[in-house]
């Protein structure tokens, strides 16, 4: 349905792609991960002729839209495009918004482009929105009636431009589903996003882009749990985890807290999960607290999907031990029932770091 040839893109001297080559067929959901500033939007402006590519070639159907003689608009309207930021007209209503491409560029009359509109409306959970203006609404039906004015144009492939990223986690949710039911449907769609949730349940195919080129691609499964290159491995590995550099004993522990809570929000763990992850980090940073006057210490918090586990690592400075060796601590730390919770714990000295790797139940 779409092939993508050799695409280049230059803003002045900047490289922004390559040498991207993709396929996709009809029916397909794929899904672009990869860290910002790598050319993920500026691929789809140019997928969607919004930007024009400086080199390379794109078929749509076999045919060649970057060919003069190529009828644009009418190309355009086979693909649309859903933002980050909604872009919906302010000054007109849900319905308005639905219905003034399809009368203008399409060519249907107002009462057919109203009816189909309160079909899509229906479809995306807003029919009792249509008179309301985008102000009335919060993110997550704004966005949602930004997907539904893409539909009223009856694409054949939609881009998403990592649709719910302006979004309350609250509302994150609302967007997903729609699109989820999109797919169920068969809309081909490629989508740019860091939920990688969704990304892995709903994809055929993930592509890794890195610096202008695609740098890995596969399925889910291969992407997310076995990727095959060092770059995507470390992005993959980055985004299931945060990481606290702590060098003083006067640490801000309320910051700390409410990153660890979006963190686990962002990885939808259990309500108890969060409570003993956030007792555990209060606990165990007591214990670390006198070490901090004179090293300094380093927390990274990752969640493994496929173990459905949760490990939290320390790594301190100084001489080789193991800070939370139970025989050296205190009668008061040693009985504290923060042990309980734990699934295992490992001392191991590397690279002249006492490192300490704990795995929750
Ligand atoms: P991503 O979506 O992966 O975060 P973008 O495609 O938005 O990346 O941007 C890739 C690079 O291109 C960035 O360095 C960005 O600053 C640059 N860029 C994007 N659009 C323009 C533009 N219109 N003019 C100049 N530079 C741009
Ligand atoms: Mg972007």
Known sequence: MIKVEHLSKKFGNLVVLEDVNIEIREGEVISIIGPSGTGKSTLLRCINL????????????????????TDVPKIRQKMNMVFQSFNLFAHLSVMDNLTIAPVKLLGKSKKEAEESAMKILTLVGLADKACNFPDE???????????????????????????????DPTMVSEVLSVIRRLAK??????IVTHEMDFARDLSNRVLYMDEGVIYEEGTAAQIFDNPLKEKTRAFINR????????????????????????????QILP????????????????????HLYTT????????????????????????????????????ESAESPVWSMMQSIDYQRVNDKNRVTLILH
């Open 239 to 266: 985004i299931r985890s945060i990481n606290y550099h702590i060098n003083s004993p006067r640490y801000d522990p309320h910051t700390m807290s409410a990153e660890i809570e979006a963190f686990c929000e962002k």
């Open 137 to 167: 609404l919060s993110g997550g039906q704004k966005q949602r009636v930004a997907i539904a004015r893409c539909l009223a144009m009856e694409p054949e492939i939609i881009l998403f431009d990592e649709p719910t990223s302006s979004l």
């Open 296 to 331: 300094s210490l380093e927390m990274t918090l990752a969640y493994s999907e496929k173990k459905q586990s949760v490990e939290l690592v320390f790594e301190s400075g100084g001489e080789a031990m193991n800070p939370l060796d139970k025989n050296l601590l205190p009668d």
């Open 271 to 290: 309500l108890k999960t969060r409570q003993n992850l956030l007792f555990i980090v209060e606990e165990i940073l007591r214990i670390y607290i006198p």
């Open 50 to 69: 919004l930007e024009r590519p400086s080199g390379g070639s794109i078929f749509i159907d076999g045919v060649d839209i970057l060919d003069s003689k």
């Open 185 to 190: 449907d068969g809309m081909t769609m490629v």
